[in-house]
């Protein structure tokens, strides 16, 4: 991948071109089941929030999920495969307009729309969740990371059958 240093150098087409592979290879790593893999994404130290808008918008601190640590993925993946009783389903995540913003000093802030679809088992896809991401990335062991992914999603109305990562 790269290294820290030369990330700031690359163009903008190539940076925007490291940016797709990472949101493809996150939407790839959910949408196909790899649970296990889904934490390697991210920092140790890292911050997961799925947040409606109207809280975001407001500066509230409820959030309907948070981790605040890779560890904690690791622990909600553990949760995910062995206590939680759901209903066989496929989800599909599509992510546009990804956009570099700006650098604070390593970490690079990057926004992007998402689009998660759900299908249970014979019924039809129905949009499940629509949003925004803003992130902050950095590049660790030459990969770029997750530091913080806040998923911000534009309904009120909370999904109540929100099983996996957005």
Not at 116 to 123: D, F
Not at 125 to 150: C, P
Request: proline content about 4%; aromatic content about 12%; charged content about 25%.
């Amino acid at each position: 991948m790269m290294r820290a240093e030369p990330i700031r150098s690359l163009s903008a087409r190539d940076l925007h071109y490291e940016l797709q592979k990472l949101y493809a290879a996150y939407a790839e790593c959910i949408d196909d089941g790899d649970l296990e893999q889904w934490p390697e994404f991210f920092t140790e130290a890292c911050l997961y929030k799925i947040v409606p808008r109207e809280n975001y918008d407001r500066n509230l601190p409820l959030a309907i999920w948070l981790s605040e640590s890779k560890g904690m993925l690791k622990d909600r993946v553990v949760t995910i495969r062995q206590t939680s009783m759901y209903a066989p389903r496929y989800m599909r995540h599509l992510i546009s307009g990804i956009s570099a913003r700006d650098w604070q000093g390593d970490v690079l802030a990057v926004q992007a729309n998402y689009l998660v679809l759900e299908t249970l088992m014979n019924e039809f896809t129905r949009v499940f969740n629509a949003g925004r991401y803003i992130d902050q990335i950095v590049v660790e062991n030459d990969r770029l990371k997750f530091k913080q992914k806040l998923c911000v999603f534009d309904s009120v109305i909370v999904p109540n059958t929100l099983v996996f990562p957005i």
